[in-house]
């Protein structure tokens, strides 16, 4: 996971520095002469220099003619580690040509990873190699040392290319310390030689350009300096110049951020001009992320915990991510490197498995609300309620107004004692199936049958504030559907419905072994009394409360007052009828 997070941060910050390096051009300060394709095709470098490698001299010479135009340095990228034993008066110019520049001129050394070790100590000392307090003075490290030429020219640095553990180049090493030693490297040699602004790490995190340095071609130069006419006009007073090898076919290519295919001249150019300008980029220290990934796993708990939709909360998350990869960009152009990836990604990890995990209690709790109330309500009304984010709201008892209504079977004794038991219990099956059908098409909850009785009421769980309405309506239609039912049955029986509307305490009651979902209070009681007043006079009747909330929905024929037991004051009760 490490590892992965790591790579994260590294992918980003290389997609960063490649949209700021497009707005980087190089300083002009640094120019690179290149031996390029052209140059070693040119008919007039082929007669006088032949195939590459050239002869040394051509160097010197060259070395000369650029001492005209007074660089500040001239640094060869170029390694002269084999003696030209063709031609050896060749390198004996070359030589003598760095020995008499009034410029200083630097050659690279490579320091490869195995083979014969070369005493640190014994090397020269114009190489510039550092000994700390405690530095071993038997130590050796295999150097490819310029040996083409006589030790009091090697002024140098190590050119080895410095790679992250993906092979990606995006550091420039200064010195390298072995034993107690300091190896400087070619770009670091110069910048201390020239008294640079140096860092104080030996490590510089390279601030990439998007555009090439000044380049010239080498045969361009070469051959002015042969030339009698008059001198090329070349800006190189007081600037770094690199000899280096442009052509396919020698140019050594590195892997950057910025391509797969740096040439290592332009990754020396970079490091030097870096240091000059004081550009290098500075690391942000890592508790920022480490904050930041804090705050963002925060924020998504307190998100989940608050119910926040995952969609709401994942398009925040988007324009915050947005906004810290913005600020890392603008970070660059202070010489900070900053990369909030992986905190990203903790966060995004994060926002994801909470919404999982919510995804899971939501799922938890729609199922469990299908088995609360699938005994009490139809299907389609079940499945509101798992759309329903206050599923413990639903669940908690509660008073509330409601409509309730009872309804019972008139003549059921003789009724039962006219047929054998088996087939009094297919009846009220059949019976009570096409009742419980009824209220739930008229969006009703079934409270519970009481014997061949049924007890239903409206505007619970689901609220509703036509919730009267619903109960006489299916009041209306269980009265025409027992009217069908008859037509089947040797013995016909009535009913009798009575309805009030009314605050009852709703809610799961029971002990924890056995819940119902029921409605209790002195509304209930009633609407069960208005039931027994309806023998004799109507199939129907609801009180004036239930009349007062159904408007003008229904006719209501005024039956006058009743007294019904458990109460001082009498009710006065109506039948309704459906609208002419």
């Given at each position: 996971?490490?590892?992965?997070?790591?790579?994260?941060?590294?992918?980003?910050?290389?997609?960063?520095?490649?949209?700021?390096?497009?707005?980087?051009?190089?300083?002009?300060?640094?120019?690179?002469?290149?031996?390029?394709?052209?140059?070693?095709?040119?008919?007039s470098m082929l007669e006088l220099a032949g195939n590459w490698p050239w002869p040394r001299l051509i160097h010197g010479e060259l070395l000369q003619f650029l001492a005209q135009y007074n660089p500040r340095a001239v640094l060869f990228d170029i390694t002269f580690s084999e003696p030209d034993v063709f031609q050896p008066r060749s390198d004996v110019i070359f030589a003598e040509a760095i020995r008499k520049s009034t410029i200083p001129v630097y050659l690279p050394v490579i320091i490869p990873d195995d083979g014969m070790g070369s005493r640190l100590i014994d090397?020269?000392?114009?190489?510039?190699l550092k000994q700390n307090r405690n530095a071993d003075p038997s130590a050796s490290l295999p150097i490819i040392a310029p040996k083409?030429?006589?030790?009091?020219?090697?002024?140098?640095?190590?050119?080895?290319?410095?790679?992250?553990?993906?092979?990606?180049?995006?550091?420039?090493?200064?010195?390298?310390?072995y034993a107690g030693w300091e190896i400087p490297s070619l770009a670091g040699r110069v910048a201390r030689d020239l008294s640079l602004p140096m860092p104080d790490t030996p490590l510089i995190t390279l601030n990439w350009y998007g555009a090439p340095f000044r380049q010239l071609s080498y045969h361009t130069i070469y051959l002015a300096s042969l030339s009698d006419e008059s001198p090329v006009a070349l800006d190189l007073a007081d600037k770094i110049v690199i000899v280096g090898s442009s052509a396919s076919g020698l140019v050594d290519f590195r892997p950057t951020p910025l391509s797969t295919k740096t040439p290592g001249q332009t990754i020396l150019a970079t490091t030097l001009a870096n240091l000059m300008h004081q550009?290098?980029?500075?690391?942000?220290?890592?508790?920022?992320?480490?904050?930041?990934?804090?705050?963002?796993?925060?924020?998504?708990?307190?998100?989940?915990r608050a119910n926040v939709h995952p969609v709401l909360a994942g398009l925040t998350g988007a324009?915050?991510?947005?906004?810290?990869?913005?600020?890392?960009?603008?970070?660059?152009?202070?010489?900070?490197?900053?990369?909030?990836?992986?905190?990203?990604a903790i966060g995004w990890l994060a926002h994801i498995s909470h919404t999982i995990e919510s995804f899971l209690q939501e799922k938890k709790r729609r199922q469990h609300v299908v088995q609360m109330f699938n005994r009490f309500l139809d299907?389609?009304?079940?499945?509101?309620?798992?759309?329903?984010?206050?599923?413990?709201?639903?669940?908690?008892?509660?008073?509330?107004?409601?409509?309730?209504?009872?309804?019972?079977?008139?003549?059921?004794?003789?009724?039962?004692?006219?047929?054998?038991?088996?087939?009094?219990?297919?009846?009220?099956?059949?019976?009570?199936?096409?009742?419980?059908?009824?209220?739930?098409?008229?969006?009703?909850?079934?409270?519970?049958?009481?014997?061949?009785?049924?007890?239903?009421?409206?505007?619970?769980?689901?609220?509703?504030?036509q919730h009267a309405v619903q109960a006489v309506s299916a009041a209306m239609a269980m009265g025409e559907q027992l009217a069908r039912f008859q037509k089947s049955l040797n013995?016909?029986?009535?009913?009798?419905?009575?309805?009030?509307?009314g605050s009852a305490v709703v809610g799961f009651i029971g002990s924890q072994r056995r819940l119902d979902y029921t409605a209790i209070g002195d509304a209930v009681n009633l609407a069960s009394?208005?039931?027994?007043?309806?023998?004799?006079?109507?199939?129907?009747?609801?009180?004036?409360?239930?009349?007062?909330?159904?408007g003008e929905a229904f006719d209501f024929i005024d039956h006058g007052e009743f007294h019904v037991k458990g109460r001082l004051q009498p009710v006065r009760l109506f039948e309704p009828r459906s609208k002419q």
């Open positions: 996971m490490g590892n992965a997070l790591k790579s994260l941060d590294r992918l980003g910050s290389d997609w960063l520095i490649q949209m700021h390096a497009k707005h980087r051009p190089p300083p002009d300060d640094i120019v690179l002469v290149n031996i390029d394709q052209a140059s070693l095709d040119h008919p090397l020269p000392g114009v190489m510039g083409a030429l006589p030790p009091d020219t090697w002024r140098t640095g190590h050119i080895n290319f410095y790679m992250d553990e993906d092979e990606v180049g995006r550091h420039a090493q200064l010195f390298r310390a550009d290098w980029l500075n690391q942000a220290s890592i508790k920022w992320a480490a904050m930041l990934a804090l705050l963002l796993v925060v924020m998504s708990a307190l998100s989940a324009v915050i991510s947005a906004l810290f990869i913005f600020l890392s960009y603008l970070l660059l152009s202070q010489h900070v490197q900053w990369s909030p990836f992986s905190a990203l299907p389609h009304v079940v499945q509101q309620l798992t759309q329903q984010a206050e599923g413990r709201a639903i669940e908690a008892s509660r008073s509330q107004e409601v409509t309730i209504l009872f309804s019972d079977i008139r003549g059921f004794t003789s009724l039962s004692e006219s047929k054998p038991p088996e087939e009094i219990v297919t009846l009220l099956n059949d019976y009570f199936n096409k009742q419980v059908e009824v209220i739930f098409e008229h969006g009703g909850t079934l409270d519970k049958f009481i014997g061949d009785a049924i007890m239903a009421f409206w505007g619970a769980p689901i609220s509703s504030s013995h016909p029986f009535e009913i009798g419905i009575g309805i009030h509307t009394r208005i039931e027994g007043e309806t023998k004799g006079v109507a199939q129907i009747l609801v009180s004036e409360s239930t009349r007062q909330a159904c």
